[in-house]
């Protein structure tokens, strides 16, 4: 630096010019000399960056600024820096508490009324002003992963404990992936140990982006590069990074957003200033509120079409806001910023972008595809068996059955009594499970702490293997109150010993009692019925009442949960809580796999960021109502861009009692959900199909149906989730990104790319308005071409019937289904071919045992290529393996336009063939291809 140079200078001229000096004034400027040289030097390292090899730009003042946090306020801004802002770029600077003229000022914010009040009620009175900046940078330079930074903190928020020095990491992971990180380098901060992200060692060539930094304004930019659009515009407007307040804005190129769960939303995200509270809770799902799971990430198409996604890791409680310039804000009690940016460009590339890094979803079994029925409330084992058996015998395929009990949510309750249960639930259902079916066993976390030494397994062992969440001190379990009689605590998922635990508890479940097939894990938000333990929690904490809270229910942290202050493994629950049902998720799928030795199935109520990996959820107590059957829908797609396929909502609402009509169309769209399950609560009326009459069990009959035959199909989807991260259910506009009119479609859906549903979702409606893309589409039903496209096309909706229909250019496998989803699978396969407008079609088939671990990992399985073009079928294999019943014995061909006359099958005349001129289709019978083998068939 200048400072070092001229140090050096000096000391140069001092030696050039030597006086005639008597001894003790040749010691001092000795002395003097090396002082000086000792000075530099220290100046010299105090200002090097041995990491970066780059000098530091400091400012007059900034080293002493860097040493103390200086308590300075932001000035007051002038009138021309808050005029200049529109109503539509007013960031919020006093989000909680009574904001007014004057409390706004002391912030050095704007207060003006909205220019526009009739434009929205949420426009911010008082707001940042232009050039507002509690941070500046000190220098930027470029590394060998990207670019890096510091930042000093100038001013003082209004929060506490403002972080003096911030550290800036910019690194090219990918082409399309960025990580852009915020952070305190002098002292480590916590950061979520779950998902594993990978490390990587080299920065990425060609990026599809670029970044800018804003020295003027603190913050930075990402562009696309190929359009030179950009991204992520940050602001310095309310940028803070205090102790326990996070806050960081960015302008959006597009209101198309999406994601952002899990909460009630009609899919595309709402922006009038729109906050999203994520605190994982214990709440049925309703508007404005906090829900079970969080997720922050997002993902937004442009006009283009091109999409993006951004994601937060941060585990911390938080509010994110979506307003209409379009900007986003993030707004986290704890943590880091850290943030990774995906730039697609396709939907389809976002999701595998991202699911590249937080995990792929789970390879579900096979038998998990069915149908699932269970309710909370039958009132004893004859209840349920009778149950069961009507539905069974009204021809409904059950091929899971789950909580058949009242009592069986006490799982933790009384050890004894469980077993005395299940050995009479065993006898029942021994002959349903050699039928080819399965049980799933419901499980809440929450151990029973009052049981007698000795007696209760669960929690001797929870005490002697130290598994249990801790009070503040440390040393005390935390004890609350879930269903258990008298007290509950629970086990620490974080521990080294948790895996261990919950595989002894399981095992001896399996073992000696009752061996399940898969579970179903419940509360593990976690839920408390209690407000943070039984003996209260620390008071005067800023971990239990943090100077910001977001905008959760009941307004403080510990509402329904433990207390902020307990203690896990990995840290307090005040940073740990968003993550406790995906560390049980964890838990419970290595222990159902090292069980049963087969591919888990694991579903969760709570979720998190790559929770897809390791179960499925469902959207938790939904009410039966047709607005909570709309809403299934929304919450069913944000899920899939969430990477957590395996998701439904309960069939026919859970809470409150259903009719006739909202379960026949409930049943019918249930029949589309990746997770299909019907599931109520004990107050209510019984809704499984065969208590509500004929109406709902023809209408059940005839959606399933269409499913069953679909399932290959599915379990292809599933696959393409689990290689490439793929939704199952997806929205239209990941099958058509360059048309503008599906951005915003939130009742209609497509199984993949093929399969394309529309759903009844209005009471006494009989046809639905559907919007079709500009393509070749089919009815499912009668295979005739739909003739009509663009918005609002009226189809029939009979009361037993969903519309369904095929999108040109695909082939589907299908299978005959049978009374059990196991001997479906010994059913010859058939292939559904529907051409494009260029009269070509693709599809492809993924078959394994459906219940190994690790199948695609260990190559065993089988996976076929299908194409047809012009008037030939062709496949392709590409893995074989050795599978029975891998038998093609039908095909069915759309859009045939003219009489077919000759048939071949691997170059030899085929005779088993129909044409129906006016529906322009072909049908071919017995085949008896080997499926294992490539295949031709042809006709004129």
């Not at 995200?269 to 214990?282: A, E, K, M, Q, T």
């Not at 360059?738 to 006494?764: C, Y």
Request: proline content about 6%.
């Amino acid at each position: 630096m200048h400072v070092d140079n001229m140090s050096i200078i000096i000391v140069e001229e001092v030696v050039d010019k030597p006086k005639k000096l008597n001894g003790l004034e040749r010691l001092i400027i000795f002395i003097g000399s090396l002082f000086i040289i000792f000075l530099s030097i220290k100046l010299f390292l105090n200002n090097y960056d041995k990491s970066f090899k780059c000098e530091w730009k400091l400012k007059n003042g900034a080293i002493k600024a860097m040493m103390s946090n200086k308590n300075v306020q932001p000035p007051a801004p002038t009138v021309a820096q808050c005029s200049v802002i529109n109503d539509t770029n007013r960031f919020d600077c006093f989000p909680r508490g009574n904001a007014s003229e004057k409390s706004c000022s002391l912030r050095g914010c704007c207060w003006m009324v909205p220019k526009n009040v009739s434009f929205s009620k949420n426009i911010p009175y008082c707001f940042y002003p232009e050039n507002y900046s509690l941070y500046e940078f000190l220098n930027e330079s470029s590394t060998d992963f990207g670019v890096t930074g510091y930042l000093n903190n100038s001013f003082s928020s209004p929060y506490p404990s403002d972080i003096s020095l911030l550290k800036l990491d910019v690194k090219f992971e990918t082409e399309n992936r960025l990580n852009i990180k915020f952070y305190d380098p002098k002292k480590k901060r916590y950061e979520p140990p779950i998902p594993e992200v990978a490390v990587l060692d080299t920065a990425a060539k060609n990026t599809k982006y670029t970044v800018n930094i804003n020295k003027k304004l603190p913050g930075f930019n990402v562009m696309r590069k190929c359009t030179d659009k950009v991204l992520f515009q940050t602001t310095s407007a309310g940028f803070t990074f205090a102790d326990q307040f996070l806050q960081l804005t960015a302008f959006l190129p597009t209101d198309n957003i999406y994601g952002l769960g899990v909460h009630r939303n009609n899919f595309v995200l709402n922006n009038d200033w729109n906050n999203i509270p994520l605190f994982n809770s214990d709440l049925p799902p309703a508007d404005n509120t906090n829900l079970y799971s969080s997720h922050p990430f997002f993902m937004a198409i442009e006009d283009d079409g091109s999409s993006f996604g951004v994601l937060l890791l941060n585990s911390n409680a938080m509010d994110i806001i979506v307003q209409p310039a379009p900007a986003i804000t993030y707004r986290a009690i704890g943590g880091i910023f850290n943030f990774y940016f995906f730039l697609g460009p396709t939907p389809l590339q976002v999701i595998e972008q991202y699911t590249e890094l937080v995990g792929r979803p789970i390879m579900p079994p096979y038998w998990s595809l069915g149908f699932h029925l269970c309710r909370f409330g039958y009132q004893n084992l004859d209840d349920a068996k009778n149950i069961l058996k009507k539905n069974l015998d009204a021809g409904i395929t059950v091929h899971v059955a789950r909580r058949f009990y009242k009592r069986d949510i006490n799982f933790w309750v009384g050890y004894n009594e469980l077993i005395f249960l299940l050995n009479f639930v065993m006898t029942f259902f021994s002959q349903f499970l050699q039928e080819g079916r399965h049980f799933v066993m419901i499980m809440d976390p929450g151990v029973s702490a009052s049981e007698p030494k000795g007696t209760y397994p669960p929690y001797d062992d929870a005490i002697k293997m130290d598994v249990l969440v801790k009070d503040h001190t440390g040393k005390h379990p935390i004890i609350g109150k879930v269903w258990n009689p008298n007290s509950t605590v629970f086990p620490d998922f974080t521990h080294p010993n948790a895996a261990k635990y919950w595989l002894k508890q399981l095992q001896a479940l399996y073992d000696n009692q009752f061996q399940f097939d898969g579970l179903w894990i419940d509360m593990n938000e976690p839920s408390n019925f209690v407000d943070g333990s039984q003996s209260g929690c620390p008071a005067s904490s800023l971990v239990e009442d943090p100077p910001y809270v977001p905008r959760i229910h009941g307004g403080i942290l510990r509402s329904r949960t433990l207390c902020m202050t307990a203690k896990h493994a990995w840290g307090r629950h005040y940073d740990l809580h968003n993550l406790h049902g995906m560390t049980e998720a964890i838990a419970t799928s290595f222990a159902l796999a090292e069980v049963r030795e087969k591919r888990p199935f694991v579903i969760s109520r709570s979720s998190f960021i790559g929770q897809g990996h390791y179960s499925g959820v469902w959207t938790g107590d939904v009410f039966s109502t047709w607005d909570d059957l709309y809403h299934s829908i929304p919450d069913m797609l944000t899920y899939n861009i969430l990477g957590i396929p395996m998701v439904g909502a309960d069939i026919c609402g859970f809470n409150g009692n259903t009719t006739v009509a909202l379960c026949q169309r409930w049943g019918q769209l249930g029949a589309f959900y990746p997770f299909s399950r019907n599931h109520n609560e004990d107050q209510a009326i019984g809704q499984d199909p065969a208590s509500l009459g004929p109406d709902v069990v023809n209408s059940f009959k005839k959606a399933f149906t269409v499913r069953y035959t679909l399932l290959p199909y599915l379990y292809t989807l599933f696959w393409q989730a689990h290689d490439k991260g793929h939704p199952v259910a997806r929205p239209l506009f990941f099958e058509f990104p360059n048309d503008k009119a599906t951005f915003r479609i939130n009742k209609q859906f497509m199984w993949g790319s093929a399969i394309h549903i529309i759903p009844v979702l209005e009471e006494g409606m009989t046809y639905v308005k559907g919007y079709f893309p500009q393509c070749r589409w089919f009815n499912y039903y009668n295979g005739v071409e739909l003739v009509n496209h663009g918005p609002e096309v009226s189809i029939s909706a009979p009361m037993d019937t969903i519309p369904v229909f095929i999108k040109g250019g695909n082939i589907i496998p299908t299978q005959e289904p049978n009374d059990t989803i196991a001997l479906s699978r010994k059913n010859d396969f058939g292939l559904l071919v529907v051409p494009n407008e260029k009269g070509e079609s693709f599809g492809t088939l993924f078959w394994d045992d459906g219940e190994s671990i690790g199948t695609y990992e260990k190559g065993e399985y089988v996976l076929i290529n299908f194409t047809l073009k012009g008037s030939t079928i062709e496949s392709k294999v590409l893995s074989k393996c050795k599978l029975s019943n891998m038998k093609l014995g039908s095909a069915s061909v759309l859009g045939v336009g003219a009489t077919v006359n000759n048939v071949t099958v691997n170059k030899k005349s085929f005779d088993n063939f129909m044409y129906y001129p006016k529906e322009k289709h072909m049908e071919l019978r017995h085949l008896n291809l080997d499926l294992q083998e490539p295949f031709e068939i042809s006709w004129t």
